[in-house]
Structures are given as C-alpha cells and as structure tokens.
C-alpha cells in the first residue's frame, strides 16, 4: 500500500529537498507550490530517481483561502491518504525597521506563514484524526524562538508557527497523530534571494561561513517521520556549525 506525504512549498530549497528524502523513504508525494514549472521539473527528478512512487502536483499559493479551498475539493481523496504533511510554504520580505516596513511585505509573511499553514492543515489534520494516525511537520525556524532586528514580523510568524504546533500537538492529545516544529538557523536555499529580492545582497549572508544546505534539513524531517509512531519530536533545532544564535555567526572574510 502507498504511503503518501504532502508537502507545501516542493519548488525549492527545503521543501525540495523533503520531497526527494521522504521519496527515499517510498513516500508516494503530494507537492505543491506557486510555480508549475518548478513542480514539473521536481517531479521528473522524482520518477527518475524512485520510479517506484507516485507523484501528485497542484499548482497554487497557501496564503489564499479559495485556492486551498479548491484544491481541497479537488483533491478529497487524495487528502484522506495523507500520512505526513510538511508545512514547508514560507517567507521572508525585506529587514526594514518596524518604523519603516512596508505592509505589503508584513501581509504577505502573515498570509503565507500563518495563515497559509493554518488553512492548508485544517484539510488535512481531520482525516489524521479520523484515522488515528499521522505527522504534521512545521518548518519554524530559530527565528521563531528569538528576534532580531529588522526581522520583527517575520520572527513574528514563525513565533506563531511555533505556538501553533504546540496549540495543535494539544489538541490531538490523545489521538496517534505526531507534531514537530523544525527549527534551523541559516540555510543556503532561495530563502535571502526571496527575502532582499537582490542576490549580491542574498549572497552576502552566507559570506565566509558554512551555511546549512536543504539537505540537511530535509534528513532531519525524514529522520523524524520515521522514528517509531509512540516517538514524537516535538521540536528539533538545527544550526550550521558556524552559527551558535542567531545573529551570531563565524565568518572567515
Ligand atoms: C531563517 C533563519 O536566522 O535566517 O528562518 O532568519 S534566519
């Protein structure tokens, strides 16, 4: 029998990644995210490399309510079979001071970070519950646990990520159903790019230290999928070597 997984944002970085280590693991995928050329070159890399497991694509943003709704409703079945989500849709805009933020950025990290896992996981967690069984793993980060300046409302949102995965691990209190907040520090994915919309200044952030890749996170997720289902991580924090806080980073140049 297939064992499917969904996860959000499958068209970079960690998400990517994910995708290809719970393909490792015979996880038959549900990916999505905003951009279809992405999830079609991703799911030609997965028949590729795991010939064995099906691939299911849908095209749309988180952070809108009647896109997920529709997805949903086109993908009922599919949903029921979920057996790991990975709230992996994420952003972050801009470094502004709050006294000069755009709120168009601050919207957008709400919508997506927030309000995007929030909708996409009250799809899915019924069926989890109906069934006794399954994992919701949260991508938080460090920045959920500590500020930094001009990260205020992105740290905000994953704060809230983080209060979510804990409001909902209680909530499932006696159901079978897992939830981990994954939380890594600096990570060499389209992340800076995204956030500074610049890449010399995306660059720039990762200057003379050794990053985290995708990669590494990605086998962290997998690593906490398979542990046995009476086992939760409930929260998992991964930085580079390079890093000891955020904010505190070894760079050699
Ligand atoms: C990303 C971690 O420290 O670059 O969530 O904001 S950080």
Not at 69 to 86: C, G, I, P, R, T
Request: charge should be neutral; include cysteine.
């Amino acid at each position: 029998m297939q064992r499917w997984a969904l996860i959000t944002g499958a068209t970079a970085g960690i998400g990517w990644a994910t995708a290809e280590a719970l393909a490792a693991q015979h996880f038959s995928l549900i990916i999505t995210g905003r951009r279809l050329d992405r999830l079609d070159e991703l799911e030609a890399t997965l028949h590729k490399k795991f010939p064995q497991i099906k691939v299911i694509k849908a095209s749309f943003d988180v952070s809108d309510r009647f896109e997920v709704s529709e997805f949903m409703k086109a993908h009922q079945a599919d949903l029921q079979n979920v057996e790991v989500l990975v709230n992996n849709a994420g952003l972050a805009k801009g470094t502004d001071k709050m006294q000069d933020g755009s709120l168009d950025d601050w919207e957008t990290m709400i919508d997506t970070n927030i309000k995007g896992l929030l909708f996409i996981t009250r799809g899915v967690v019924e069926h989890m519950v109906k069934k006794n069984s399954g994992h919701i793993v949260n991508l938080g980060s460090v920045a959920g646990r500590w500020t930094y300046p001009g990260g205020g409302v992105y740290c905000a949102t994953k704060f809230a990520v983080r209060a979510l995965s804990e409001g909902l691990r209680m909530d499932l209190l006696g159901t079978k159903v897992r939830v981990t907040n994954i939380e890594p520090g600096m990570v060499h994915s389209e992340f800076s790019f995204v956030r500074f919309d610049d890449q010399k200044k995306a660059d720039k952030v990762y200057e003379g230290m050794i990053p985290l890749e995708p990669k590494d996170v990605a086998e962290t997720i997998a690593w906490c999928v398979a542990r046995p289902a009476h086992v939760n991580i409930q929260v998992l924090v991964i930085y580079p070597t390079d890093q000891a806080h955020v904010g505190m980073v070894n760079r050699r140049s």
